[in-house]
Each structure stands twice: as C-alpha cells, then as structure tokens.
C-alpha cells in the first residue's frame, strides 16, 4: 500500500471527522457527540462553596424574547432552587439577566436583561418564594452567542446572599396620616447619575394608584422628594440630580391626569444611597401628602430663573394697616442671602411687589401699604449692601391675602429680572448650541444652564420675549435626514428650555438642514462649526 494512498485515506477521515464535529457542535448544538452537549452552558448556582444547582442544561430564549424555553431538568432546578430557599430563609436571591445592544425589547422593563431576569422571578414566586427575598438586574454585553436559530442558552447568572432587611430595596410607600396609600415590596431605581427611572411592573401599578388617589382627593398635594450623591455628575438643567429625578416622577404623574400645581418637586443630598448588587440607586424618592390647606402657606422663595435663590419655608408677617415686617431669624437669613446674591450678580435686578388688602388704613407717606412694605423691604436690602439702583419698588392690590389673628402671612412678592446690560447681551445676536456629529443631543455645561436660567429670567420679566431655535447640520446624509436632524436638534434645545420652566408656546423651533454651513464642509471643524442650533432671544 502506497504512502500516497495512505494519505489520501487519512484526509478522507479527518475531513468526515471535521464535518461530524461541525454539525454535532455548531449547527446542532443539543445533540449529544462522543456523550457531552456542546456550546450549553451548565447551569450552575452555588451559596458560597456550596453547590445548590449544577446540571449540563439551561434556560434558553430567542434573540430579543424575554420569556425562557424551560426543559424538564431545568424547571427541576428551579424546584430544588425554590426548595433551598425556603430551607434557608435568611438567604435572598439576585437574578441578573444579560441583554445585547442589538436586540429589541418590547417589554414594559427598561431593557431585557430586566425582563428575562424578572420572568424567572415568577416562576419563583409561583413556588411560594417571596418577593422581597428576589432581586433582578441587567447587565449588557456585546452580543448573546446566538446559534443558527437565533436562539442561545444562559443568560442569567444566579447568587445566593444573607438576606437582611435594610439590605433589600426600599419599599415603594406613600403615607397619608396614618393612611397607607402605597405600600409595595419593589422601587424606583436609578442608574448612578441618571435622572431616568427604571420602573417595574408593580412599582407602576403603584404609581397609577398613587395618581388615582390624587384625583379622588382633590384637596390633597404631593411632595416628591428626590436624593442624590455628592459624587454624581448632574448633566441636567435643574441645579442638581435630586429635583430631576423628582420632576421626572411629577411629570409621570401629570401625565395621569394630576394638575402639575399639585405636585411640588424638593431635594436632599444623600452621601449614603441605597444600592441594588447591580450598582444601581434605589429608594432614593420620597413622596408626602398634605392637605392643600396646610401646603399652600406662603413660603419665602426667590429664584433666579430655575436657580433657587431663597427658599424659605417661614415667611415675613406683617400686622393689619402696619407697613413693618416681622422676620423670624429663617427669614432674616433668606433676606441676608438674597442680599448676597444681589451682591455677586450685579447683572440682576429685584423687583419688589407690596401687597396689601382694600380694608387697611394708610399712615404711611407712600400711595398705599403695598408701596410702603416694598419700600421698607428695600430699606431692609441697601442697609446689607446692595446698591439702590438694583432694587425696583411696586405695589398690587391683593383681597386674597393670607390673615390670621389680624397677622398678614408674605405680603410680598419677589422678581428676579435681568439688567438692562444683561438683556442688551442676550437679545443683540444669537447664541450657537454645538452638537455631535448624527447627534442631537446636547452636552451641558455650567455657562450653558446659566445662560438658560439668563433667558428664563428675562422671558419672565417681558412676556412679549420669545426664542428663536434654527437646527443647522453638516453635509453627511442626504438633506431629508439632515433637514430631519436640524429638528431634532431644536427640539432637544426646546425640551431643555421648557424643562426649567419656560413656556412651550414662547419657543419657536426650525431648522435649515444643510443649507445654510457657517464654514466649509471640507475639513472636521468646518463640519463642527456646522452642526449647531442658532438661539436668538428677541
């Protein structure tokens, strides 16, 4: 027998061997090859060194399907995983599913990892398993390891922990009194910096229950309360993560139906919030209810735009026919760092309105009380520095003014406005918002929001004044995409502006596609200068 022969033998059987193992291996990844499944992760759930499950099988879902095909060995694990748990009750379970960036999730979860992690959180729970033992988290990864079918195996990972109360999420709860409007086991989470709410199911079944009470008790108000870390990076246009992520609830509410005025946004820094194992913020939100009567006690509060500049839960007092106020030391303090805040924005002007009722008598030198409070106030700010000519004096004439025990609660109202100099910079050319390229999100920054809170400031001080947003692009796309884009573009600017509180209908938003390049498209910056919105505050 020739070498040659034996050669050609040899080639014949490696490649039978080669295509065996391609089709056993790869394109039939459940058959069985020399007694081992191929490519079918061993699903394995171990308490420490223990092992609690271990068998050569596990869940399997199809590409961008959040519901598991269970075989028998694998609902038997879930049954001896069950089992262990209400064996050991001091041991609590996170289920973390995994999610790629190309699949599409049609689930009511913010990703699938969630979804698919949640489905087995059921299947727990149907075996008597309670939830607040259960956690779920997401983890992206590149891609899932998807056989011909578009299908794969895994995508969950498993780990056993002591449970401890305190170390579980918060429960999602709303008190009323000693009423208990809200009370579930889940809560709002947060992604480190984020401002977006991941809500599950229950925890928005919640919500709507929450808002439903609201409608039925229509002399009832809403505080939401949002925490947020000294370490969080706030790429919002509110002055910090807290009143952002509690505006991001409030305008959920709103959209069930509850009058924004009944919904008032507050913040606390909290250096210590809770975590998922995912790393993700929980229980951060606070919500009280209040009777209308209680919550709408005048406050002292001054802004500056979206900037609170005082906020004060006291208030001045003035006594009937008295143009004197009586501070508290609360007061007296706000009324010292307003005067600060005039100090370093010599760029703003404060507009003080006198209130007074048609019934007081007037022993002053001025027209009416209103004028003489405002004008004693004013007296109030020059002895703390502040230059005269900053300060306006008005007066108005209130028949609703709060009166208690012959005491007048506030009495006067506060405006922030924009100098003469400030409005001349702001309305004399348009402003240049730059974006990235296919992009229309827009990059934040400290000067960005001040100027924001600028525009703010002096739309309230004229209401003739209105913006003027013009999307512009680079040459890359066809100029349907780009003239889409530019719109975009505005409209992100529009959302930023109406977020801190300046009316949709004073903002006009347009765009110019590609038409109208600042500089040649020819070079990268060309192309930067190009991708802008142009806002002009006329």
């Not at 079944?205 to 809403?222: D, I, P, R, S």
Request: aromatic share 8%; with cysteine.
């Amino acid at each position: 027998m020739s070498t040659r022969f034996l050669l050609f033998v040899a080639l014949v059987f490696w490649y039978i061997f080669s295509m065996y193992w391609y089709v056993c291996h790869i394109k039939d990844h459940a058959c069985n090859c020399f007694g081992r499944k191929a490519s079918i992760p061993h699903l394995i759930i171990k308490d420490g060194d223990k092992e609690v499950v271990n068998i050569p099988d596990n869940f399997k879902f199809t590409h961008s399907g959040a519901t598991p095909t269970i075989s028998n060995p694998v609902q038997a694990a879930l049954g001896t995983l069950g089992n262990y748990l209400q064996q050991n009750p001091q041991r609590s379970l996170l289920i973390t599913g995994s999610y790629a960036p190309d699949e599409t999730n049609n689930t009511p979860f913010n990703n699938l990892g969630i979804a698919r992690a949640n489905a087995v959180k059921q299947q727990l729970m149907a075996q008597g398993i309670p939830e607040n033992r259960m956690q779920t988290d997401a983890r992206e990864v590149s891609k899932m390891p998807l056989f011909p079918d578009k299908t794969f195996f895994g995508g969950l990972d498993f780990a056993l922990n002591p449970f401890a109360g305190n170390a579980l999420p918060p429960r999602f709860m709303v008190l009323d009194g000693s009423k208990t409007v809200v009370d579930v086991p889940g809560n709002f989470t947060f992604a480190p910096s984020g401002t977006t709410p991941d809500i599950a199911p229950d925890v928005q079944q919640a919500l709507a229950t929450l808002a439903e009470y609201l409608k039925t008790n229509t002399g009832k108000v809403l505080t939401i309360t949002g925490g947020y870390g000294n370490t969080e990076k706030n790429n919002t246009m509110f002055d910090n993560l807290g009143l952002a992520r509690a505006d991001a609830l409030k305008q959920k509410l709103v959209a069930m139906g509850i009058a924004a005025d009944r919904i008032q946004v507050a913040s606390q820094q909290n250096n210590a919030l809770p975590q998922t194992a995912g790393k993700q913020l929980t229980g951060v939100l606070n919500f009280a209810i209040a009777n209308m009567a209680e919550a709408t006690l005048p406050a002292f509060t001054v802004k500056d735009g979206s900037e609170t500049v005082v906020d004060v839960k006291d208030n001045l007092k003035f006594a009937l026919s008295s143009e004197k106020p009586v501070m508290s030391a609360e007061v007296q303090n706000g009324l010292s760092a307003l005067a600060q805040y005039l100090k370093n924005h010599p760029d703003r002007r404060l507009k003080i309105t006198g209130n007074y009722l048609p019934n007081e008598k007037n022993n002053t030198k001025f027209a009416n009380l209103g004028l003489a409070r405002a004008e004693a106030l004013k007296q109030q700010l020059i002895a703390l520095g502040v230059a005269a000519n900053q300060i306006d004096t008005d007066t108005r004439l209130n028949p609703s003014l709060p009166v208690n025990n012959g005491t007048i609660s506030g009495g006067i109202d506060w405006l922030l406005q924009v100098s003469e100099a400030k409005k001349r910079d702001l309305t004399a050319q348009s402003r240049t918002l730059y974006f990235d390229s296919g992009k229309s999100s827009l990059a934040m920054t400290d000067e960005l929001r001040q100027y924001f809170r600028d525009v703010k400031t002096y739309l309230e001080q004229d209401p003739k004044a209105t913006v003027n947003l013009t999307g512009h692009t680079d040459d890359v796309g066809s100029n349907a995409a780009n003239q889409r884009l530019g719109l975009r573009r505005a409209g992100e600017v529009k959302n930023q502006l109406t977020r801190i509180g300046i009316a949709a209908k004073k903002i006009t938003p347009s765009s110019k596609g590609e038409t109208e390049p600042v500089q040649s498209n020819a070079s990268p910056e060309g192309k930067q200068a190009n991708r802008r919105v142009e806002m002009l505050v006329k």
